[in-house]
């Protein structure tokens, strides 16, 4: 069957489906409109190959505004929801699309962090550690951009200078990982690690797609180097703390589920897993609500500005699971010098 053909039968399914929906559903009068959704659609540059899939998308989107309006965050608190750039998505699709880190196997084993005298909030952003938030796109590259975060924020504290480093190299030329298909921050670390350096984004420019490997900028054009990474002892906020109040740190995280699809301001407690990491972000300072006095973790994210507050999360510290809020203590990594 011809390409074009096969995308008609697919739009009429879509569309099918759509109605299907539309019609069992309990509600009548929500508000949420086509002109709601077309407005969305005009905002975040979207647009669909025919009407199927833009009723279906409608449909997704519709669901996806009811469960914001109707979540309601724990007691005490402030946790907010926000239609973002992945209203149109099902949570399932988001997961597949957007995550992507692979669990660690780092070389050397986990250490305790050297006890120094730690702050009661620090936040890397506004000692000049902290880059601007990226976007990964529709690529499972995560795991290059906590690396990376993690890299420009060390190579800051020991130069001075902060200078936006490249994931494309990582992406294309970490052959331990699968590029877009997902990958691991300790490897991208040992990639680092073993050819001296890692490229400006300037020289070696963000794509969204893997690319053959630009050899010579690999092996020569470097703007930051590492000598290798650490590992905090896994399941103790208190050593990553100690770990944090020096450097930015990378962290494994299970990003699953609608709330952190669509997380918008406040610390958030979950719910998410613990269990399956799928996410990488970096871990850039630490802090408490003055009014609630709620502990939270800073954490820089891949998802662009519209995702979140400005591109970051706040999770909750100090949790009684060991693994903390979403896992982040299962995995966390730091490169060094």
């Given at each position: 069957m011809a390409s074009g053909a096969v995308l008609l039968v697919v739009c009429t399914l879509l569309a099918l489906q759509a109605m299907a929906a539309d019609a069992n559903s309990n509600v009548t009068?929500?508000?949420?409109?086509?002109?709601?959704?077309?407005?969305?659609?005009?905002?975040?540059?979207?647009?669909y190959p025919c009407h199927g899939e833009k009723e279906h998308r409608f449909a997704v989107f519709r669901e996806?505004?009811?469960?914001?309006?109707?979540?309601?965050?724990?007691?005490?608190?402030?946790?907010?929801?926000?239609?973002?750039?992945?209203?149109?998505?099902?949570n399932e699709e988001f997961v597949a699309t957007y995550t992507g880190a692979k669990p660690p196997h780092p070389k050397q084993a986990a250490r305790s962090v050297d006890p120094i005298w730690m702050p009661?909030?620090?936040d890397w952003r506004f000692r000049g550690a902290v880059t601007g938030v990226k976007d990964q796109g529709a690529c499972k590259s995560c795991w290059a951009f906590a690396a990376v975060a993690a890299i420009?924020?060390?190579?800051?504290?020991?130069?001075?200078?902060?200078?936006?480093?490249?994931?494309?190299?990582?992406?294309?030329?970490?052959?331990?990982?699968?590029?877009?298909?997902?990958?691991?921050?300790?490897r991208a670390f040992d990639l680092v690690v073993a050819k001296r350096g890692i490229t400006a984004e300037s020289e070696y420019r963000y794509e969204g797609f893997q690319g053959k490997c630009r050899v010579d900028d690999l092996l020569f054009n470097h703007a930051a180097r590492i000598r290798g990474y650490g590992a905090v002892p896994p399941n103790d906020e208190r050593q990553l703390m100690t770990a944090v109040a020096r450097?930015?740190?990378?962290?494994?995280?299970?990003?699953?589920?609608?709330?952190?699809?669509f997380y918008g301001s406040g610390v958030f407690p979950g719910p998410c897993g613990t269990a399956e990491s799928n996410h990488?972000?970096?871990?850039?300072?630490?802090?408490?609500?003055?009014?609630?006095?709620?502990?939270?973790?800073?954490?820089?994210?891949s998802w662009g500005k519209t995702w979140g507050q400005?591109?970051?999360?706040?999770?909750?510290?100090?949790?009684?699971?060991?693994?903390?809020?979403?896992?982040?203590?299962v995995s966390p990594l730091y490169p060094t010098v």
């Open positions: 009068d929500d508000g949420v409109t086509m002109q709601v959704f077309e407005e969305w659609m005009a905002k975040f540059g979207k647009a996806n505004v009811h469960f914001i309006r109707s979540y309601k965050p724990e007691v005490s608190y402030d946790t907010a929801l926000r239609i973002n750039q992945f209203a149109d998505l099902t009661s909030c620090i420009e924020g060390l190579a800051q504290i020991r130069t001075g200078q902060l200078t936006p480093l490249s994931e494309q190299e990582l992406v294309d030329c970490d052959t331990d990982s699968n590029g877009c298909g997902g990958g691991h921050t300790d450097q930015p740190v990378t962290a494994y995280i299970d990003a699953s589920g609608p709330a952190f699809q990488a972000v970096t871990l850039v300072g630490y802090c408490q609500v003055d009014a609630t006095g709620k502990k939270y973790w800073v954490a820089k994210n400005q591109g970051y999360i706040l999770l909750e510290k100090d949790v009684a699971n060991p693994h903390g809020t979403c896992g982040l203590a």
